[in-house]
């Protein structure tokens, strides 16, 4: 019974260039959370995704970054034209419900640096 | 919108000794989770310790407890007989009805 799943772990991205990260829930799990860690700070929240549906995006900035969870495969985070600004620690996490009980289940995120 | 604050960006303490790190929160729910979770170098998320706000009992696991003020909205992690591998970044996070809010951490280190 896996864990989240994230893939890759490490990820190096020339400024401009696309991103894309990619996030399994646990089995079961049918709620999926981005959120990103700048350096020596907390984690961000960007966005709520359940299949197909986005839930809450409040996080997320407003250009260059979209996030998608279709209803077979992974969840994505996409950022188009990486800056230097976009390097950070991204996780990913699930839970089996979308309010209330229990804690979410991270990934061991990827870290993006954009050179 | 929810905040969870933690006051100690830093803390140390000795081998086997205790230590507390401090958080609070500001919420106006009633129904709420509170968590503790622990950040390693490897970067892994890992839940410590939850406490549902609805239970006054403070939730213990092992070494690890917690002193949860409701009226206060305070929610200190007690880490008793630390040891090394207990180094680490801490986060409170705060569940209601939206998603989990994280403070900015402290980090603490253990001295042998």
């Known amino acids: 019974n896996a864990g989240v799943m994230q893939n890759p772990r490490h990820l190096v991205r020339r400024r401009g260039q696309e991103a894309r990260l990619r996030c399994s829930p646990m089995?079961?799990?049918?709620?999926v959370y981005w959120y990103r860690q700048l350096p020596e700070e907390g984690l961000k929240f960007m966005v709520y995704?359940?299949?197909?549906?986005?839930?809450?995006e409040s996080g997320m900035p407003k250009e260059r970054f979209s996030a998608e969870f279709p209803k077979e495969g992974p969840s994505i985070l996409r950022i188009q034209q990486v800056v230097r600004g976009d390097s950070a620690a991204y996780f990913c996490?699930?839970?089996?419900?979308?309010?209330?009980?229990?804690?979410?289940?991270f990934g061991s995120g990827t870290r993006l640096t954009v050179v | 919108a929810q905040t969870v604050t933690q006051s100690q960006p830093e803390m140390s303490v000795q081998e086997a000794e205790t230590v507390t790190l401090s958080c609070t929160y500001d919420?106006?729910?009633?129904?709420?989770?509170l968590f503790w979770y622990k950040q390693p170098p490897s970067r892994q998320m890992i839940l410590v310790i939850r406490?549902?706000?609805?239970?006054?009992q403070n939730a213990t696991e092992n070494r690890f407890s917690v002193n949860f003020q409701k009226a206060a909205k305070s929610f200190s992690l007690k880490i008793s007989d630390s040891q090394l591998g207990d180094a680490a970044m801490y986060f409170c996070?705060?569940?209601?009805?939206?998603?989990?809010?994280f403070g900015k951490g402290t980090k603490l280190t253990v001295n042998p």
């Open positions: 996490a699930s839970s089996a419900t979308g309010q209330g009980l229990g804690g979410y289940t």
């Open positions: 089995k079961g799990h049918s709620h």
């Open positions: 995704l359940q299949k197909e549906n986005i839930i809450d």
């Open positions: 919420t106006s729910e009633s129904d709420y989770y």
């Open positions: 406490q549902e706000a609805y239970k006054q």
């Open positions: 996070a705060y569940r209601g009805s939206e998603k989990l809010v």
